[in-house]
């Protein structure tokens, strides 16, 4: 007897996945990269000149945070316990087998990682959180380690010169995290060298010093004209250079080029994210690789050669060179494509909602929906490939992607509008663009379907709570469902995230936690809700969700729960493919 057919949907789950590679800045073909063996995301050595990809890490929950040494020698990875987020930076040796080498080289307790870079000597720069003392900075050299910053609100140990004098963190001492200042300490006595800060509301962070050494300019992300832009700090003289970009869009990344005369810059425009070369010299600005879809990542080689990872909703990933020819490829068969999306713009009580459709080929609407709420809240949706969402399009679905007001990509006061009342703000976009397609024929009003994980779980809970007549199923992933005890339980970064979106703490702001939170409104779901819940979810902890469920159960409603042993998502394959399952079991029979 033959085996079934395994289903398009499901082999783009099971399509082998790599990330960019990361390259030694004294041996660049020396690389790390995140791939999948065996459907499991885990670190491998990349030798960029022979191609060869290797294996490094072999961890159950799978491996997915990882960088490389200047010379080339050693890769890092940083090792939790089941999804977790807690745990220490492991070192191995380049090219070692999986387990060979393994060390633990500073010797640090165990903490939620904060930053960490790595010095041509040897010298270590790390940062940790934890809730007995909020953020650390320490340097480790030579097996020893001392104390360069500490503070109890959140900050980032952001970057190392490259001669060791100095590090740049970011930090949210004044109490707004989603605004941090940004700050350069001198590594010799910790002593403040620079300090940049724009205000309430804009935030500052850096990006990378100057790869030259003697050169004393650090890249610098500001928002002072109300999106993300970009200067170059002179830390010798003080000295501000603004770089103008004369593209359109706000900086979604930016990075050296390698003799530090020019910037490879990334820019969000419309749900789309391109590349653009800066010279410094001159001020050009020169669009490089593709002209559509998504580049999620990029990085100048010395070369002057440019390797990113891009795709779109109907291409599935690549990692290729500037050329356009593949450097990488992922293991395995590659992911059959998907359908294109559609730009969708409705005028919303805010201002214009920019969303992305997808819909099934061959057909005509009203479709059944699917609103995929993203996560964050400081995301976007972007015309990239999505498994999931894809998924939902073979199924006679369609799919559309609202980038409410809380998403990057459209300006700082887009961003932070929800401030005004959180998640009802995110959710009246929602709504005004759901509306608009039931009203122009591609919706289904009876059959909609609010969807979405993390942020996007925590917005669906809610919008199943206070617009109940209005979904007719919920399938809500690792969401906030009770804030007060959300945030009792979650890691000590997302608190300080939550004081500055709420202008407090629960015991502070207290209307403000309950207004917002789903179990406030729990007693008014009427539609079957599907929840997924990750029993070592550091975001968005076990036990709030929990309490949801009950409060579910006590009323009879209609409700199933899928539990799994990771944490906020999972590296497996398998794991993935069995939650599509579940949400797809789900909607087959409980969707009218």
Request: glycine fraction near 12%; proline fraction near 7%.
């Amino acid at each position: 007897m033959s085996e079934p057919e395994v289903p398009v949907w499901e082999k783009r789950f099971r399509a082998g996945r790599v990330g960019l590679p990361e390259w030694a800045e004294d041996a660049p073909d020396r690389c790390v990269v995140e791939a999948t063996v065996a459907g499991v995301l885990e670190v491998h050595s990349f030798d960029a000149a022979t191609g060869e990809l290797h294996r490094l890490t072999d961890r159950p929950e799978g491996t997915s945070s990882a960088t490389i040494d200047p010379a080339g020698e050693f890769v890092w990875w940083f090792d939790d316990t089941a999804g977790d987020e807690y745990g220490v930076w492991r070192r191995q040796p380049f090219g070692s087998a999986p387990g060979v080498g393994v060390e633990d080289p500073l010797g640090l307790p165990a903490a939620y990682p904060a930053g960490l870079s790595l010095g041509r000597s040897g010298l270590v720069v790390v940062g940790s959180q934890d809730d007995e003392y909020g953020t650390r900075v320490d340097v480790v050299s030579g097996g020893s380690a001392r104390r360069l910053y500490e503070h109890r609100e959140d900050a980032w140990a952001g970057d190392l010169s490259p001669d060791e004098q100095w590090v740049a963190i970011s930090h949210s001492e004044h109490g707004d995290s989603r605004h941090p200042d940004l700050r350069v300490l001198s590594l010799a006595d910790g002593s403040t060298v620079a300090e940049v800060s724009d205000g309430p509301g804009k935030g500052v962070a850096p990006l990378g010093f100057s790869p030259v050494r003697g050169d004393a300019r650090l890249l610098v992300e500001h928002e002072r004209a109300g999106r993300p832009e970009l200067l170059v700090l002179d830390l010798l003289t003080g000295r501000e250079v603004q770089i103008a970009l004369d593209a359109p869009g706000e900086v979604a990344g930016a990075e050296w080029t390698r003799d530090a005369t020019g910037l490879l810059v990334l820019l969000d425009h419309e749900a789309r994210t391109l590349a653009y070369r800066v010279d410094l010299g001159t001020g050009a600005v020169q669009q490089v690789g593709p002209t559509s879809g998504t580049i999620s990542g990029a990085t100048a080689r010395p070369d002057g050669d440019v390797w990113m990872t891009w795709s779109s909703s109907a291409q599935p990933s690549t990692v290729r060179r500037l050329d356009g020819s593949v450097l990488l490829r992922a293991p395995g068969e590659p992911a059959p494509p998907s359908v294109d999306v559609r730009d969708v713009r409705v005028d919303g009580p805010g201002g214009r909602v920019h969303a992305l459709l997808r819909v099934p080929a061959g057909s005509t609407g009203p479709w059944p929906t699917v609103v995929e709420v993203h996560g964050g809240p400081t995301a976007h949706d972007t015309d990239a490939f999505r498994p999931y969402c894809a998924t939902w399009v073979d199924e006679g679905f369609a799919v559309v992607q609202v980038n409410y007001r809380g998403s990057t990509g459209y300006g700082s006061a887009w961003r932070d509008a929800l401030e005004a009342r959180v998640g009802h703000v995110e959710l009246e976009d929602v709504v005004a663009v759901a509306d608009h397609l039931v009203a122009t024929g591609v919706a289904d009003g009876s059959r909609l379907v609010l969807a979405g994980a993390s942020w996007g779980g925590f917005l669906t809970l809610l919008g199943v709570g206070t617009q109940p007549q209005r979904w007719a199923v919920g399938l809500a992933g690792v969401p906030v469902a009770d804030y007060v005890a959300a945030y009792e339980d979650e890691m000590e970064g997302l608190k300080a995230f939550d004081r500055s979106l709420f202008g407090g703490s629960p015991e502070q702001v207290p209307d403000k936690y309950a207004d917002s939170s789903p179990i406030t409104y729990v007693d008014a779901v009427t539609a079957p809700v599907l929840v997924l819940a990750g029993r070592n979810d550091p975001r968005c902890p076990i036990r709030q969700i929990d309490n949801y469920l009950e409060r579910l159960a006590a009323r009879g409603a209609v409700h199933e729960v899928y539990r799994y042993d990771a944490g906020h998502g999972s590296l497996l394959d398998d794991e993935r493919v069995r939650q599509m399952r579940v949400e797809l079991d789900f909607v087959r029979r409980h969707l009218p």
